[in-house]
Structures are given as C-alpha cells and as structure tokens.
C-alpha cells in the first residue's frame, strides 16, 4: 500500500491546526501538528514530513527563524539532499516585506489569514506537484543547454556538473523559461503561468525567485547571461550558455 505524503503543520492557534488537519486528512494526507517550533523541531527530526505549514507568529522561535533550521536539520538528517522540504507560510501578517522575507527565505508559497480551506489544499497539492512528492507525467525529456542541464523528471539541475539546489518554485519557474527560450515575459505574465491561481501575491515575488536563481545558476549574478533583463519589459532566457 503506498504510504501517502506527511504535512507538517505548525501554528499555535489549536482551531487553525485543527481545520486544516481536517481539509488535508479528508485529501488523503497524513497530518502532524505542532504548537511551538521546539515540538515543530522534533517532529521533522523524528517523522521527516513531506511538507511543512508554518505560522510566522509563533511563541519563542517566529516562523522565518524557524524555517531556516527545519531546512537545517533536515539537510542534516537526510541522505537526500538534492531535495528542500517545501515550505509554506500561514500567516495573518500580510505585509510586502514579510511576504518578500518568506521567498527570500525559500518558502514555496505564502498564504494569507483568514484563507479558505479549499485553496489551501488545492495550494498544498501544487507544491507537492512541484516539489516531485506528487507526480505529474514523466515523459519530458531533459533539457541540454549549454553547460545548464535540467532533468524535469528528476527534478533536478546541473551547472557545469555540479547539482544546484533549488526550491520547487524555484525549479519550476527555471524550467518553464528553459520551455520558452528568448521569449520575453513580463513579471505579470510570469506569475500567471507559474503561480497561476496558487497565488495571489505582487509581481515582487517573481523578483525574488530571479534573483535566487540567478545567485545559483550564474556565473556572475551581478551580470546574468542565463536569465536576462529586458529593461521596461521583463525577462528571458539564453539558451546559449559557454
């Protein structure tokens, strides 16, 4: 019997735990819930959950703090570490600037309080998507470009043969420039079709994930030839890498 996947949710108002574990449970998944980031801790140490919910208010340790060190542990405790835990936040913080520190942090999504349940499965189902936890048809080939190879089955990148590690946002917004070669998307464009209706967010956080990519795949993210700007209108990308 396959053993479905494990979601983490973290969040010290119980009524938040206990609808959401409600909705995921219903969806099949398995759910843990933890009230303070010491217990969040010993629950991806000891269970290694498939995705975390994290609440960015929590008491002792706040959610960006502790993102950085389920990341940590997890990389420690775990063989595959070609691979992050998708990270979402939950959150009734619904500044620009928080929003921008969860993607600066890695985060996969960021959901605003109060949400609907719905789009929050639905939004858990699309990062487990992207992350590989949830499988979509494996028939793309990988991609050869230049000294960048991306393996969309994998779900994994190499840069001059070395294995970049990236968010499941971040690959996937990487892969959908690589499908569309010099072709010129504006940030608006590029929220649609890699966040589509997962998101409602500003076109800030497409900033974010290029200049992430970039700090990994470039080599010179002061001077990207891979992912370029094009002044006034977005950006593209180079499939002629040397």
């Known amino acids: 019997m396959k053993i479905q996947p494990l979601i983490l949710i973290v969040d010290d108002e119980s009524t938040v735990r206990e609808v959401v574990r409600k ?4 969806e099949g998944f398995r759910v843990l819930d933890a009230e303070t980031g010491a217990q969040a801790l010993t629950f ?5 959950p498939n995705l975390v919910i994290l609440d960015v208010m929590l008491p002792g340790i706040d959610g960006f703090t502790l993102s950085q060190s ?9 063989s595959q570490s070609d691979t992050e835990v998708p990270i979402m936040f939950l959150t009734a913080r619904t500044s ?6 969860g993607f600066e942090l890695g985060a996969d999504d960021y959901i605003v309080k109060p949400f609907s349940p719905r789009e929050l499965v639905a939004r858990v189902k699309a990062v487990m998507r992207r992350s ?4 979509n048809n494996g028939d793309e ?3 050869h470009l230049g000294t960048l190879h991306i393996d969309p089955r994998s779900r994994e990148v190499h840069m001059n043969n070395a294995l970049v590690v990236l968010t499941a946002k971040e690959f996937d917004l990487l892969l959908f420039f690589a499908r569309h070669p010099r072709q010129v998307f504006t940030r ?10 997962e998101f409602y967010g500003d076109e800030s956080t497409v900033t974010v994930h290029i200049r992430r990519i970039r700090e990994k795949v470039e080599n010179d993210p002061s001077e990207p030839t891979i992912l370029q700007t094009v002044w006034g209108v977005g950006y593209k990308f180079e499939p002629n890498v040397t």
């Open 23 to 26: 909705y995921l449970e219903v």
């Open 44 to 48: 991806v140490r000891d269970h290694m």
């Open 70 to 78: 389920i990341r940590e542990l997890m990389s420690d405790v775990s």
């Open 96 to 101: 620009e600037l928080d929003r921008i520190a």
């Open 132 to 135: 590989g936890t949830i499988k």
């Open 141 to 143: 080939k990988p991609m």
């Open 188 to 197: 608006e464009q590029l929220l649609n079709q890699v966040w589509g209706y």
